[in-house]
């Protein structure tokens, strides 16, 4: 008699509950075994063997291990359903297109809003639910409310996994961000019926709850940290620097962002006061810096009519376009400033993005190696930036524009962890060299730099040693 497939979960998971009401559903013998992640057995070695991603739940049937509950429902419908569960993940390719299309939204769009609460409030210490993550909610919610427009269902007029996925989900948020009737009044009615039909619809509630629970316990014990115990000295920084004429940069020497800020200022010879923020001992968390920049981000830039500028991109090409002596490094010439925004856009939207996955993998996500999906993103922007400088000495031409130096500031991080190859790229190679012209690179560029790959290597070598 084949062995029964079991699947690891964890009741507060939403993908978990969406694989256990699957397995209801279709009337299936599964077994089940609970990993209690207060113990940590998620990064225990066994488990590990399962699933390196040391993320629940995961399906073990046939000596394979499945680790997505998108991939674990739809399988176990197509291998375990009967007729009669056709209905739950259709063979006609049409229609299931429409529910893959869906639990591709509950992936891309609805849970990563759940994520965003988590690394914000589990991993960040925010002490309140952020603004941002709510705009994430109320987009998704926009969506599915569109979806059922039409039918009673998320994917049609039948009950599919689609709709399963995207309700364990939705009843976490949903506490978070209420689904009002008023606003959403389709879904209001959709997540009734859902609670009508879904087998053991408690258990999906009570682990919704669960975690709930996280969220809320988590945010006491931020604010228990870190509550107001910076609030002053930070209170007393910021009321200065809005007093003074003089133009104030919030900085923290380990950013990319902040150091293209800091060196654009020293190119274009702007005196400005400096104010690092110490991340170490949350100054960045306290609510009077909030009230600067809710994103609790450096860096930060008040200017001297005490207007206050974030995000590194917005900055620099301010600064440039106030107090430069003329529009070199930002082009007033609106195709050669098109070119530039482009450069800038893909330091943030690519190459930047590969740090963002490096912190959230290795430093926050527990991962003891470079992910594949991080060297292939690196690599990508490696390709690219390549390519940009086919056409002159800079990114933008035979000028140096504060792309270059965005850019820079990012990549200098990047060659550490996961070196730029002489061979396969020889321009970002010749432009390295040329960028060491920036002034006091060594003091900010490259000692920033080292601070963060110093803090991602020790993370990474932590994490090895736990695991093994």
Request: with cysteine.
């Amino acid at each position: 008699m084949a062995a029964r497939p079991i699947l690891y979960y964890a009741q507060f998971s939403p993908p978990s509950r969406a694989c256990l009401l699957t397995s209801k559903l279709i009337n299936l013998n599964i077994e089940t075994k609970s990993i209690n992640f207060e113990k940590k057995e998620n990064h225990s070695e066994w488990f590990l063997k399962i699933n390196p991603r040391h993320t629940v739940p995961v399906l073990v049937d046939r000596g394979v291990s499945l680790s997505d509950s998108h991939a674990i429902i739809t399988y176990l419908v197509d291998q375990y359903g009967k007729e009669q569960h056709e209905h739950l993940y259709p063979k006609d390719l049409l229609k299931r297109a429409i529910v893959n299309e869906r639990l591709y939204y509950e992936n891309g769009v609805l849970f990563q809003a759940a994520k965003d609460f988590a690394a914000r409030i589990f991993y960040g210490g925010e002490i309140s639910y952020n603004n941002h993550s709510k705009k994430l909610c109320h987009n998704a919610y926009k969506f599915l409310d569109k979806f059922l427009n039409h039918s009673n269902y998320v994917a049609g007029d039948q009950l599919t996994v689609a709709d399963v996925s995207i309700n364990t989900s939705l009843i976490t948020l949903d506490k978070l961000v209420p689904v009002e009737e008023q606003r959403y009044p389709k879904i209001h009615t959709w997540m009734q019926r859902m609670k009508n039909e879904l087998p053991d619809y408690k258990m999906n509630e009570a682990g919704a709850q669960q975690l709930f629970q996280r969220f809320e316990d988590s945010l006491v014990e931020n604010m228990t940290k870190h509550g107001l115990l910076f609030s002053f000295f930070v209170f007393i920084s910021i009321e200065h620097s809005l007093a003074m004429v003089k133009p104030c940069l919030y900085f923290a020497l380990f950013s990319p962002p902040a150091r293209a800020c800091l060196i654009t200022a020293k190119l274009i010879g702007l005196d400005i006061d400096v104010k690092h923020v110490n991340f170490a001992q949350k100054e960045h968390l306290s609510d009077d810096f909030i009230k600067l920049n809710p994103q609790h981000q450096v860096p930060i830039f008040v200017d001297d009519d005490n207007e206050i500028y974030v995000d590194s991109h917005a900055i620099i090409c301010f600064m440039v376009s106030k107090y430069a002596k003329d529009d070199s490094l930002y082009p007033t010439n609106l195709t050669q400033r098109a070119r530039v925004d482009h450069r800038l856009h893909f330091e943030n939207g690519v190459l930047f993005q590969v740090i963002k996955d490096l912190v959230a993998r290795n430093i926050y996500g527990g991962e003891g190696e470079f992910n594949q999906k991080s060297l292939d993103m690196c690599q990508n922007a490696y390709g690219f930036l390549e390519s940009f400088l086919q056409n002159g000495k800079y990114v933008v031409g035979n000028t140096m524009t504060v792309a270059d130096i965005s850019i820079n500031t990012t990549l200098i991080t990047l060659n550490m962890l996961i070196p730029v190859d002489q061979t396969r790229y020889p321009n970002i190679v010749a432009w390295m060299e040329l960028m060491k012209s920036l002034p006091d690179y060594e003091d900010i560029n490259v000692k920033g730099a080292d601070a963060l790959y110093k803090r991602i290597i020790t993370v990474m070598a932590e994490n090895k040693n736990k695991s093994n």
